[in-house]
Structures are given as structure tokens and as C-alpha cells.
Nanobody, 122 residues
Framework: QVQLVESGGGAVQAGGSLRLSCAAS????????MGWFRQPPGKEREFVAA??????RTSCVDSVKGRFSISRVKNTVYLQMNSLKPEDTAVYYC?????????????????WGQGTQVTVSS
């Protein structure tokens, strides 16, 4: 049974940092794409970052340039979030896609974690 478990969320003041972790289990995820999405209050869920399998190695892409950084070690993917802003407040979800290809389309991801809340106060 595939399981994705996020941790590391919490409440911080603007300018602070958090590091989210997502541990995958139940399968060999080495060639899966793993990504982070977030859903701000009252808004649609949106892509944040992903690591995917390409050319025999893992590559990573993030959409929040200069502040967020995604990394991956085996079956765990991390999201380092720096210089947090109130607009980063959201539930953050980890997801996995068995195609391994890069995609920001959440419909391509088959497996999802339960989400972790990040709240940034001004």
C-alpha cells in the first residue's frame, strides 16, 4: 500500500523558514516523480515544485524562484521554504506520479499525502 506522509508544517512569522518532508513507502519510488502542491484558503490547489526522472537521473523544478527549493533523497522529498510570506499560507500536499515524467498537472499524480498546514503571519 502506497503511503505518503508529510511533516514539518506549522506557524511562522513572515520572513521565517520551514522545511517540509514527505516520506514515501509501500513501493520503490526511485523513478517516480514526486512533487509538492499547495492549496491556499479559498483557492484552487496549485503546483509548487517537483522532482522527476529524466536522462537517467533525478532533476527538480520549483515554481517559487529564489525562496523555495525542492530536493530528494531516495524515497523522501523535501521542500525548503525561506523568506515566507503571508500569501504562502496554505495546506501543502506531497504527491507521486509513477510515470516519472515532469509534470505540474496535479491530475497526473496518482498518490497523495494528507497535507500539512503552513500558516505565515505578518
Amino acid at each position: 500500500q502506497v503511503q505518503l506522509v508529510e511533516s514539518g508544517g506549522g506557524a511562522v512569522q513572515a520572513g521565517g523558514s520551514l522545511r517540509l518532508s514527505c516520506a514515501a513507502s509501500g513501493r520503490t519510488f526511485s523513478r517516480y516523480a514526486m512533487g509538492w502542491f499547495r492549496q491556499p484558503p479559498g483557492k484552487e490547489r496549485e503546483f509548487v515544485a517537483a522532482c522527476f526522472w529524466s536522462g537517467g537521473r533525478t532533476s527538480c523544478v520549483d515554481s517559487v524562484k529564489g525562496r523555495f527549493s525542492i530536493s530528494r533523497v531516495k524515497n523522501t522529498v523535501y521542500l525548503q521554504m525561506n523568506s515566507l510570506k503571508p500569501e504562502d499560507t496554505a495546506v501543502y500536499y506531497c504527491a507521486a506520479d509513477d510515470s516519472g515524467s515532469y509534470t505540474y498537472d496535479q491530475s497526473e499524480y496518482e498518490y497523495w499525502g494528507q497535507g500539512t498546514q503552513v500558516t505565515v503571519s505578518s
